[in-house]
């Protein structure tokens, strides 16, 4: 919708040979995001770029609360750093960041209605992807689930330093990463 070729890296499938025309992956070593970048590189070089209408499954399953947080914190800050306007209407498909304005105008009801619109948007997901075994999980932690990424993307927008493998690391314009002395 915002004309960049859409490009996640963990089901990028591409050409080796079309990478190093490109300046390979050298040119992405001091990326953070690698694969916004990469799908920018194919996309001025006028390369075509595709989004596969195949949905992959990606298992996290051993992720803490605490990993998740901090893996949806650093992606908050590359999109504040790549796509600003974008990254501040991301709360706008929230039904939980519409809960102190519906609760201002109907209450309780109001309440109901966006705890309501967080359950059909989860659960209907959950079902298209994976039937109905589990939906129940999933509407019970979807509200601390959205609360998280609320909170990780107030304080992204802010951050500028990530840890990476016990190295503090400076994320810049293009998230571009540099070494903190």
Not at 42 to 61: D, G, I
Not at 76 to 82: D, I, S, T, V
Request: proline share 3%.
């Amino acid at each position: 919708m915002l004309g960049s070729a859409a490009v996640i890296g963990k089901s990028a499938l591409l050409s080796r040979s079309e990478l190093a025309e490109l300046g390979g992956l050298q040119k992405l070593s001091n990326v953070l995001a690698e694969d916004f970048v990469m799908g920018k590189m194919f996309q001025r070089a006028r390369r075509k770029v595709v989004l596969a209408p195949t949905v992959l499954e990606s298992r996290t399953s051993d992720i803490s609360v605490r990993g998740f947080f901090e893996r949806h914190l650093r992606w908050g800050m590359m999109r504040w750093q790549l796509r600003p306007l974008a990254a501040l209407c991301e709360p706008l498909v929230s039904p939980l960041s519409l809960l102190p304005l519906a609760w201002l105008a109907w209450g309780y009801w109001g309440a109901v209605w966006v705890l309501s619109l967080l359950a059909a948007r989860d659960a209907g997901a959950w079902l298209l992807l994976r039937g109905l075994g589990g939906v129940h999980l999933t509407l019970l932690l979807s509200p601390l689930r959205e609360l998280i990424l609320l909170a990780a993307w107030a304080i992204s927008a802010f951050k500028r330093h990530v840890r990476w493998r016990g190295t503090t690391l400076r994320i810049d314009a293009g998230t571009m990463l540099y070494v903190e002395r």
